[in-house]
């Protein structure tokens, strides 16, 4: 999820960082992760199971949320057996509250009766194979799905659960869409009142990128790698005046590579987002020109600018209802919550209180 792109998808990127426990371990290095390639038919895999498995693995209750239970079991699936203590605590910890999260999502999901095929699960990890999730930054992304979960302790069935729980969630969220405005004359009202404000605050962007900034070698010799990529930006720029289209120079060369699958696409981007060098750039930008490289604090830029059209400004007002309606949403998960700790020590009450 790039920050080009907007609010909702930002909230989702979001919630689904949280509920997967993106924060890696301190020794990954040593860990041995779930075969990602675990057969489909087991019972936590199928329809049925996932649903059945959400928070009820046998063994010992380590917390309960809203009375469903998740067991030890559970929380050390995966986990490195060769690890230090200290590895293995922080990898639990990390493990307990993306279980209750996702357990969480998928109680909320059975009482708005929102189904989700196996089919659709299926289909959105084989797009996860082909486009592994961002990798802690808006312009990298994992080298593999294998490895995004190996790093993260994440296990086939857990991947598949959360693939459920996020396409259940996006079915919610588009369903309120579709009540709060179902009409076209509801939409085309609303695009008639946001209108200006919408095209003085957003402007839709393209870039093909060089990553100055997160170059192995830039601590070593900055001025060295930032020489480098700008002579690739060059290079790039000379493939367009050859006539390459941005679309497949983007694909080809960008390193921001989770634009760079999309043609550089970025989306509706708000003015100063990416910096001054950047803005002053895109918004001085013809719709439908692009620029020479351009230098920003993160690395070298051939930016593109297009006109946004009415379905591209519907677009924007669509992703803001829905990102507020995700945030509220799972604010609302989150505080009415019912967390219980069987094995937890009771709190010690403190003398003369």
Avoid at 114 to 142: F, H, M, S, T, W
Avoid at 152 to 158: D, F, L, M, V
Avoid at 326 to 339: P, V
Wanted: net charge neutral.
């Amino acid at each position: 999820m790039n920050i080009g792109h907007h609010v909702f998808r930002s909230i989702l990127s979001s919630w689904a960082c949280a509920l997967l426990g993106l924060l890696v371990a301190s020794s990954a290095t040593s860990c041995q992760a779930a075969d990602p390639g675990a057969t489909a038919s087991t019972a936590a895999d199928s329809p049925a199971g996932a649903a059945k498995t959400a928070g009820t693995g046998s063994g010992k209750v380590v917390v309960l949320v809203n009375g469903d239970p998740i067991s030890e079991e559970e929380l050390s699936a995966g986990l490195p057996r060769s690890a230090f203590q200290e590895t293995l605590d922080a990898a639990k910890d990390i493990r307990q509250e993306r279980l209750i999260s996702m357990l969480e999502m998928h109680q909320f999901l059975k009482k708005q009766q929102i189904e989700v095929a196996q089919q659709e699960v299926d289909e959105d990890i084989a797009n996860l194979k082909k486009n592994p999730p961002a990798a802690g930054c808006p312009c990298c992304r994992y080298k593999s799905l294998e490895e995004f979960m190996e790093l993260n302790y994440i296990t086939h069935a857990e991947l598949m659960r959360m693939s459920r729980n996020q396409l259940g969630f996006r079915k919610y969220l588009e369903a309120q869409w579709q009540k709060a405005y179902p009409m076209p004359k509801d939409r085309t009202d609303l695009l008639k009142e946001k209108r200006a404000d919408l095209e003085k605050k957003y402007t839709k962007a393209y870039h093909i990128f060089f990553n100055v900034a997160q170059d192995p070698d830039s601590n070593r010799d900055a001025d060295a790698v930032t020489r480098k990529k700008q002579k690739l930006a060059d290079e790039a720029w000379n493939r367009l005046q050859r006539g390459e289209t941005f679309e497949a120079v983007a694909k080809a060369v960008s390193e921001d590579r989770m634009s760079a699958t999309e043609g550089g696409f970025l989306g509706y981007v708000p003015k100063g987002i990416y910096g001054k060098a950047f803005t002053d750039t895109l918004f001085q930008l013809r719709p439908g020109t692009y620029s020479k490289p351009v230098a920003s604090p993160w690395g070298w830029h051939i930016i593109r600018r297009e006109a946004m059209t009415d379905e591209d400004m519907l677009a924007i007002l669509k992703d803001d209802y829905l990102g507020a309606k995700a945030q509220e949403t799972l604010d609302a998960i989150e505080r009415e919550a019912r967390i219980e700790r069987p094995g937890a020590m009771p709190a010690i009450a403190t003398p003369g209180k």
